[in-house]
């Protein structure tokens, strides 16, 4: 009963480090600006940046505007996307209270290798 134990728990130990291990590379793999895009503007824009229709139809906003792939976003400058981040547009909620300049430029840096390679820098 006693070497039972010992196996037991020496195998959920094994199991948990696999598992924690494992978990820890699975987070890696997300950058920190990925996380923060997912986790300020995918709700609206997608994770893809392709805009959420449903989120858009809630907004009462065209699904076309919370589209950041489509020519008019892409053309926007890194210094003038984040000035929108910043202070807002309409629908778009501003972030200047929510967020810090960095996280906004490393955010908008994300946005950009959603937009391809035509993105304005
Ligand atoms: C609550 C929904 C919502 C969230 C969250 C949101 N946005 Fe927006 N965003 C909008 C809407 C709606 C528009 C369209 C505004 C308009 O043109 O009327 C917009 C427009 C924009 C535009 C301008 C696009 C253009 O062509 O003019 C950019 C850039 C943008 N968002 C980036 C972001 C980024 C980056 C984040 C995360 C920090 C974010 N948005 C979070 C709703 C949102």
Not at 18 to 36: E, G, H, R, W
Not at 53 to 67: Q, R, Y
Not at 92 to 102: G, S, V, W
């Amino acid at each position: 009963m006693r070497n039972y134990l010992r196996e037991l728990i020496a195998f959920l130990v094994l199991a948990l480090s696999i598992f924690s291990f494992a978990a820890a590379f699975a987070d890696d793999a997300v950058s920190p600006s990925q996380k923060l895009f997912e986790g300020k503007c995918a709700q609206c824009h997608g994770k893809d940046a392709k805009g959420n229709v449903k989120m858009a139809k809630a907004l009462k906003v065209d699904p076309i505007n919370v589209d950041l792939t489509r020519a008019a976003a892409v053309s926007l400058t890194s210094d003038q996307t984040a000035a929108i981040v910043t202070n807002g547009k309409n629908k778009m909620p501003k972030f200047n209270a929510k967020l810090t300049a960095d996280q906004i430029k490393t955010i908008v840096a994300y946005l950009k290798t959603l937009q391809g390679p035509n993105a304005a820098n």
